[in-house]
């Protein structure tokens, strides 16, 4: 570049004795090309900063809409954990309840609801430790299984229902302390009771301490 430039200079020079001929004009033509040369130049220069300043707005337009993607799909993504939808069980957020019998339950009548008044699980507060009865929030299946111990010596039948509608049985008998389980998976609307109640008349006491309990969730 520096030899073009050279051969550029002495082809002016030589241009210029020719036409001018005299030193003092050469001289001034040379600088004249000198300055036009600086004017291109800066041009040039001032060029290449506005690429460099327009190329940097731009990155950084980029990276603040980038930063606004990630912020959005962090916050639908945590929408989408809380959200809640009736009719469905594709989300997170299920009704859950476990608890257990305490206090014995005694002089049980016929039909008579057991309820187990400990709590250690209800998600959703489906389950109502003054009734004993689960009532499920939103439709979905759901799994429900009661253990229910009888006394020494003593029978006791216990059942699973559903809206008072008979579904499964537990039975107990021994000389000593029995336990009677079973479990049963349900499809429920919004609504629904499910309970454990005394069967027939067989036994009129369930035993506590924890060692009668009732469990239910969404699967």
Known sequence: MMANFTVHVLGCLMLTYLCYGSMEEIVGELQRELQQL??????????????????ATEIMLLKEEISALKADSINNSEALKRRFVLGTNSFAEKPAFSASLYNHATGLGNNQAIIFDNIFTNDLSGYSSSTGVFTAPINGTYFFTATVMSHTGEYLETEICLN?????????????????????VL????????????YNTQGSKAYGYHWSSFTGFMI
């Open 164 to 184: 008072g509608v008979s579904l499964v049985h537990m039975y107990s008998y021994d000389t000593h302390f029995e336990q009677g389980t079973n479990s049963v």
């Open 38 to 55: 600086k004017m291109k130049t800066a041009h040039y220069e001032n060029e290449i900063q506005t690429l460099k300043t327009s190329s």
């Open 187 to 198: 499809v429920l609307k919004s609504g629904d009771k499910v309970w454990v109640r005394h």
